[in-house]
């Protein structure tokens, strides 16, 4: 089992900057692809971007040039790093986890970003 804790979302105006912060209850970054999500209503979540084992980051194509991933081991924790934010990145962010031992997928609660002004 793994718990994942997101921390870091608010209210912003266009054109500013959040950080996001996701804590694993464990060290398993060795041993997962870490990722983003979001999902604004009335809208399917979408992978927003990730990081591998190897660090090999992904960023989805609307957010390439503004978000950045990373992660901390010694920490146990993934950042996303969103600037130029824009109305259109409102959503709700999920970090996730997918374990390669088993194939299992794990979310954090998920914390609410909004871009408005």
């Known amino acids: 089992q793994v718990q994942l804790v997101e921390s870091g979302g608010g209210l912003v105006q266009p054109g500013g900057s959040l950080g996001l912060s996701c804590a694993a209850s464990?060290?398993?970054?060795?041993?997962?692809?870490m990722g983003w999500y979001r999902q604004a209503p009335g809208k399917q979540r979408e992978l927003v971007a990730s990081?591998?084992?190897?660090?090999?980051?992904h960023l989805a194509d609307s957010v390439k040039g503004r978000f950045t991933i990373s992660r901390d081991n010694a920490k146990n924790t993934v950042y996303l790093q969103m600037n130029s934010l824009k109305p259109e990145d409102t959503a709700v962010y999920y970090c996730s986890a997918l374990l390669y031992t088993s194939f299992a997928t794990y979310w954090g609660q998920g914390t609410q970003v909004t871009v408005s002004s």
């Open positions: 464990r060290s398993i970054f060795s041993i997962a692809t």
């Open positions: 990081i591998t084992s190897s660090g090999n980051t």
